[in-house]
């Protein structure tokens, strides 16, 4: 199976920055999109960004010219730089990825426990 384990959550002063990391383990023959998505209380998960194998990217509206996502394909590793930080930024933050096992296996959606964010006025 695959593991996605998220790390760099915390508590920050509006204003400023951290660094999500998240890191795809276990039985991987490929990874191709990876992202990230976040969950504020009492609201629906939402996307954050996202980035393809070959590092095309994408992200929500509300966190353009604020966060950057970005991948070490050689590490499995995507990360989320998360600066000029709102208190509505607050939420739980998941990482995701889509993942083929093996040569013969469909890809397949995996998810990270999350990682929390909060974000002080």
């Known amino acids: 199976q695959v593991q996605l384990a998220e790390s760099g959550g915390g508590l920050v002063q509006a204003g400023g920055s951290l660094r999500l990391s998240c890191a795809a383990s276990?039985?991987?023959?490929?990874?191709?999109?990876m992202g990230w998505y976040r969950q504020a209380p009492g609201k629906q998960r939402e996307l954050v960004a996202l980035i393809t194998g070959g590092g095309s990217t994408n992200s929500a509206d509300s966190v353009k010219g604020r966060f950057t996502i970005s991948r070490d394909n050689a590490k499995n590793t995507v990360y989320l730089q998360m600066n000029s930080l709102k208190p509505e930024d607050t939420a739980v933050y998941y990482c995701n990825a889509i993942v083929k096992t093996d040569f013969f296996s469909p890809p397949r959606v995996y998810w990270g426990q999350g990682t929390q964010v909060t974000v002080s006025s």
């Open positions: 276990g039985s991987i023959y490929s990874i191709n999109t």
